[in-house]
Each structure stands twice: as structure tokens, then as C-alpha cells.
């Protein structure tokens, strides 16, 4: 894991560009304390992660710096790989992360503990037999930013207006969820206090946005990831 400097703040946890470095400065100027890098899921993804650490080690980023792998059902089709993925790379990432829009692939990744985020997609439906199985499995919904900036006209508007309907849905049944630009390069990135705006515009408190803007996700799996850890709640001392 690379730890870096910085004050406890908004932390925008899944970046997804290949523009890593210039990503990562961008989010220092927006005011971030710290970042999610998501490298798509491969056979080769602890060489990828692992020269992507050597890389942002040299540049001394100043802020914090997380990396994780994002799961696409739509290459296999099929939902076990999900699971099977999620359960393998959990003992080697900080973040889990599958990209929604499957209906069938979605309810797998949120039946699936090891699965820390499922992205926002234009096909989702989160109904509440969803809801109860995000807030079961602590399996967090992420809002992404980058969807609205970078639709169109009338999908826009239908896109906002599923946000909105699903975000309404998962406070009912105090799902947890994340908001992130989603950026695919560093000119996607939001401030904080857009993201705030943008989540005030789907309904959630101020209270409830801090904590999804925060670093509680990495908090428990840095400690997974660590040797004292042997299930949630349990630590050797």
C-alpha cells in the first residue's frame, strides 16, 4: 500500500484515467486528500497495480493514494465470474469495484461482500430487494459524475432523473453509496464541493455526503489487507 501526506478530507475514489500522474496533481489543486486509481480488472492486474505504485511513488504525490480494480460483467457474461473475481483480487487491492448496468450482474456484485463499490449505470434499477442487499452486504452504490457530464440532452435528463429516483430508494433503506467524478481523464475532475452540490441535487444531508466523500472504505480494507485482521470486528493484537 502507498501512504502519502495529507489532512483527513474528501476523497474521490474512483478515477479511472490512464493519466495518472496528471491526475492525481489535478486532485491536489481541486483540494482532495486523497484518491481511488482503478486499473480494469486482468490477469496482469497486480503487475499493472504494482508498476503503478513505482511510478507515483517517484513523483511523491502528497496526497493520499489508493489503488483498486474495477470488475466488467459485460466481458464474461457470466455473474459467477463476479464473485469469483471480487473474492480473488479482495486479498490483494484497497478497492473493489464492479461496473453496474447488468440486472443480473448487479445483484450478484451487492450479494458479494468482497465487492467494496457498483457504479451507477443508465440500466440500473435499484428496487428494494437491492437496497436491502447493499445495506446487508455493505456494498456501496457510486454515483459518478463523469455519467452526467459526459451524456446528452435527453438522456441526461433520464439519467439525473434514475439517480435521483434510485438515491430516494437507497436512504430509505440506508444503503451506503459513494460520489465520485468517475473521470476518465484528469479534465473530468470535480472539486469537492461539486460533488457536494451533486449530491445535494439527489437528495442526501450534508452528514450522509461527508461520509460518502470520505475515506471509510479504505479505512477497513487497509486494515484487511494488513496481518492483524481475521474477519470484520477482529483483530490479533
Not at 96 to 105: I, L, S, T, W, Y
Not at 132 to 148: E, I, P, Y
Not at 225 to 233: E, F, I, N, R, T
Request: glycine share 8%; proline share 3%.
Amino acid at each position: 500500500m502507498l501512504r502519502c501526506c495529507g489532512v483527513m478530507g474528501s476523497f474521490d475514489l474512483c478515477i479511472r484515467t490512464e493519466n495518472h500522474k496528471e491526475a492525481i496533481g489535478m486532485a491536489k489543486r481541486l483540494g482532495f486528500s486523497g484518491i481511488g486509481l482503478i486499473v480494469p480488472y486482468s490477469i496482469n492486474y497486480m503487475r499493472e497495480i504494482g508498476d503503478l505504485k513505482d511510478s507515483i511513488k517517484k513523483i511523491k504525490p502528497g496526497i493520499d493514494v489508493a489503488f483498486g480494480v474495477e470488475i466488467n460483467p459485460a466481458r464474461s457474461g457470466k455473474m459467477k465470474d463476479v464473485r469469483r473475481v471480487a473474492k480473488t483480487v479482495r486479498k490483494d487491492v484497497e478497492l473493489v469495484v464492479v461496473r453496474g448496468g447488468d440486472v443480473n450482474a448487479d445483484r450478484t456484485a451487492l450479494e458479494t461482500p468482497e465487492v467494496d463499490i457498483i457504479t451507477h449505470h443508465k440500466d440500473m434499477r435499484i428496487n428494494q430487494v437491492l437496497a436491502r442487499l447493499s445495506a446487508k452486504n455493505n456494498v456501496s452504490v457510486g454515483f459518478l459524475f463523469s455519467d452526467l457530464l459526459l451524456s446528452y440532452k435527453r438522456t441526461r435528463i433520464s439519467l439525473f432523473s434514475d439517480m435521483i429516483r434510485d438515491a430516494r430508494i437507497l436512504k430509505k433503506y440506508k444503503s451506503p453509496f459513494i460520489l465520485s467524478s468517475g473521470s476518465l481523464s484528469e479534465w473530468d475532475l470535480r472539486s469537492p464541493s461539486d460533488l457536494l452540490a451533486f449530491g445535494r441535487m439527489l437528495g442526501y444531508q450534508d452528514n450522509h455526503l461527508r461520509k460518502s466523500m470520505s475515506d471509510w472504505i479504505l479505512k477497513e480494507n487497509r486494515k484487511r489487507l494488513g496481518k492483524k485482521w481475521v474477519m470484520p470486528g477482529v483483530e490479533i493484537e
